[in-house]
């Protein structure tokens, strides 16, 4: 099967009421993890790459990667995501590197930390979409500013999206996904109590677009057992708390689709690796302490296939449209 785009996947998740994880890769470990757990629970999936991750193992590598796995795990749906591109010309270039859909993160500077204006947010995403849809790729874009890397100041600080806002941004760029800042946040540290969020923001926008793909950013769990682990192997992450899986599986009947997850990945390598260290201070044959890894993260993948209702929606995927297809239908618009 070859790459789907992330439209597809998301029109379905609508139509049948799930969610579907958009997890990030920077190397194969996280790849097979990722498609391996995908393949047990017979989901379809969204493996999305940052500027960072591009810039760490290169474009041509993580499209290698993925076009291996695919290979190995035929039966799965795959769509190739950018995470976070910062301005027109990183979009365009994920898309002439054949990534079937891109994040213009326009509600950020391109310094990727300064709080944008909304005329400049529409202006940036209108011209990725434009961009895109002639080539048949999916955009997501963003409006609100989530907590954690977003501010740099946690989430207390979180500029929530405005619902009304929200929809006259997507009417006026044409974006087929949008990330909504509804209370979650970035990385390990993201709140200091249990948060609430903000299902009212996700209820809004739905209601008023039934058809636009809501994505919630920051979504990681951060499970107190493996950042116990990571403590008790010589790491150091005391305070670290995520946004508790229940209150994400919530978010999915108020109409959120798409579900970002980083860290928690990042989580259950760094315990898995930092106990065989710790245990097995011998061992130096890296496969050793990736192999477990790799497990570990994987079972972190196939806990959030199954509590999304991900699992099973493999075979909703008989055929694939391709870019050519999408971008007729883009273009009847
Ligand atoms: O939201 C950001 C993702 O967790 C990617 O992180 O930019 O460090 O690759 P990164
Ligand atoms: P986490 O840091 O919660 O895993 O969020 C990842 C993310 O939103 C990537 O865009
Ligand atoms: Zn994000």
């Known amino acids: 099967m070859p790459l789907l785009t992330m439209k597809q996947i998301l029109d379905d998740a609508i139509a049948k009421n799930y969610g579907v994880g958009a997890f990030n890769i920077n190397n194969m470990e996280q790849t097979l993890a990722i498609m391996s757990a995908a393949d047990r629970t017979e989901s379809p999936v969204i493996l999305?790459?940052?500027r960072g991750a591009r810039k760490y193992a290169g474009p041509v590598m993580i499209y290698g990667?993925?076009?291996?796995?695919?290979?190995?795990?035929?039966?799965?749906?795959?769509?190739?995501?950018?995470?976070?591109?910062?301005?027109?010309?990183?979009?365009?270039?994920?898309?002439?590197?054949?990534?079937?859909?891109?994040?213009?993160?326009?509600?950020?500077?391109?310094?990727?930390?300064t709080p944008s204006t909304f005329e400049y947010n529409v202006d940036v995403t209108s011209r990725v979409v434009a961009e895109g849809h002639k080539r048949g790729i999916t955009v997501e874009g963003e409006i609100g500013t989530l907590g954690g890397i977003e501010d740099g100041h946690g989430a207390d600080?979180?500029?929530?999206?405005?619902?009304?806002?929200?929809?006259?941004?997507?009417?006026?760029?044409?974006?087929?996904a949008l990330a909504l800042a509804f209370g979650t946040s970035h990385g390990a540290f993201k709140f200091k109590a249990k948060?609430?969020?903000?299902?009212?923001?996700?209820?809004?926008?739905?209601?008023?677009?039934?058809?636009?793909?809501?994505?919630?950013?920051?979504?990681?769990?951060?499970?107190?057992?493996?950042?116990?682990?990571i403590n008790k192997y010589g790491g150091k992450m005391p305070g670290a708390m995520g946004v508790p899986l229940e209150d994400i599986v919530r978010s999915i009947?108020?109409?959120?689709?798409?579900?970002?997850?980083?860290?928690?990945?990042?989580?259950?390598?760094?315990?898995?690796?930092?106990?065989?260290?710790?245990e097995s201070p011998e061992k130096f044959d890296i496969r050793d302490y990736l192999r477990p890894a790799m497990e570990a993260?994987?079972?972190?993948?196939?806990?959030?296939?199954?509590?999304?209702r991900t699992a099973g929606k493999a075979s909703n995927f008989t055929k694939v449209i391709s870019l050519e297809e999408m971008a007729k239908v883009y273009a009847r618009k």
């Open 48 to 50: 999305q790459a940052s």
């Open 195 to 229: 948060p609430v969020l903000a299902y009212d923001i996700v209820q809004a926008v739905n209601k008023k677009m039934p058809g636009l793909a809501i994505v919630s950013h920051g979504s990681s769990s951060v499970p107190p057992e493996l950042v116990a682990e």
């Open 253 to 278: 009947d108020f109409g959120v689709r798409k579900i970002n997850i980083d860290t928690d990945l990042r989580l259950a390598a760094t315990a898995t690796i930092r106990k065989v260290f710790v």
């Open 157 to 176: 600080r979180v500029k929530l999206a405005d619902p009304d806002q929200a929809v006259e941004f997507a009417h006026k760029t044409g974006v087929d």
């Open 65 to 113: 990667l993925v076009q291996a796995a695919m290979k190995l795990y035929p039966k799965v749906p795959v769509a190739l995501h950018l995470d976070h591109g910062n301005n027109f010309e990183t979009c365009k270039q994920s898309m002439d590197d054949g990534w079937t859909s891109v994040m213009m993160d326009g509600s950020l500077m391109e310094d990727g930390k």
């Open 297 to 308: 993260m994987s079972h972190v993948v196939e806990t959030r296939m199954i509590a999304f």
